[in-house]
């Protein structure tokens, strides 16, 4: 391995470390702000983040031809429908997974919401995409991963946080097909600020709905909060951005997968939250089918 791909691959696993340690963030957050609170506070600390990283690049590109900048002008409104689209869904995922944590394990957590890395090539044959012989041997573990996982009491019932968790893992499938539907079409990062906009707006208003939101719950929070808006939705995602570049998807996808593992210990070591043998070997499964998804499919 040369320097350059171990270098990219340990930025990809800072960035997967990041958000799996993020679900801990989240169980903790939990313990003083609503969901809605969370979530839109998070993602106003996200956009104080994300803001300048854009203007920062779109400085860069400035130099570029006016054949570029007059393409980019003319995608505005696909970047702002894009971004409220992809804000919608990221919402919807959000607030199914604060709910979730609140009754489940950070570990369990991690794991049912990586389904969706096996869910999105099942949700792409309604788009007409082809669906390789793996992705339906991966359905088999992964259902078996999450019967382990999740139905532990022999009564054949989802608890409430797993239905949770199983939703958002849906839904997150959902806005990786719409982020892939405009990502070729807009700048990437403005994508994200808009989606993120959208997420606080969304979360604000809930929020006020919902919820009687005290500062100083806030403030009490402020430290997950500040984990979960800056380090998760902001250097996590510009972890992502640098340490793809140059490195093959597949490769970069398996290292960014391991967010399920660290989940995990993260809730182990953290909140001493313990696995029994039973849902280790849902993980084990679970985690064997996110693995096969991601393999590429053997060319003739």
């Known amino acids: 391995m040369n320097k350059f791909i171990f270098r990219q691959s340990m930025i990809l696993f800072m960035a997967a470390t990041v958000w799996g340690v993020a679900f801990v963030a989240q169980s903790v957050g939990m313990d003083y702000v609503g969901p809605y609170t969370f979530i839109a506070v998070r993602n106003v600390v996200a956009l104080a983040v994300l803001v300048p990283c854009a203007i920062f690049m779109d400085r860069n590109r ?19 429908i894009g971004g409220i689209c992809c804000g919608i869904c990221l919402f919807t995922a959000s607030t199914l997974q604060q709910f979730g944590v609140k009754y489940t394990t950070v570990g369990k957590a991690g794991f049912i919401t990586a389904m969706y890395l ?10 007409k995409k082809k669906t390789g012989f793996k992705v339906w041997i991966a359905v088999v573990l992964a259902s078996l991963g999450l019967y382990l996982l999740c139905i532990t009491k022999g ?17 997150f499938a959902v806005h ?22 959208t997420n606080a707006v ?3 208003v809930m929020m006020l709905l919902l919820e009687q939101p005290h500062l100083s719950e806030i403030i009490a929070a402020w430290l997950p909060i500040l984990y979960a808006g800056a380090l998760s939705s902001g ?3 510009t972890f992502q951005i640098i340490g793809q570049k140059g490195m093959n998807p597949t490769a970069a996808s ?16 953290l909140l001493h939250q313990v696995l029994t043998t039973r849902e280790i070997a849902g993980c ?17």
């Open 62 to 80: 400035q130099g570029k031809g006016t054949e570029e900048r007059h393409y980019q002008k003319e995608d505005k409104k696909v970047l702002v």
């Open 176 to 197: 990786i097909l719409v982020i892939d539907h405009f990502s070729p079409l807009v700048d990437g990062v403005k994508l994200s600020c808009i989606q993120t906009f």
């Open 284 to 300: 084990v499964l679970a985690f064997a089918a996110i693995i096969l998804v991601q393999l590429p499919e053997r060319r003739k």
């Open 254 to 269: 398996l290292i960014l997968s391991l967010e399920s593992v660290i989940s995990v210990l993260a809730g182990w070591l």
């Open 202 to 204: 969304l979360g604000a």
């Open 155 to 171: 009564d054949f019932r989802l608890q409430k946080g797993d239905l949770y968790m199983l939703g958002c893992a849906a839904v």
């Open 235 to 237: 250097v996590g995602y």
């Open 118 to 127: 096996v869910i999105v090539p099942v949700f792409g044959l309604f788009l």
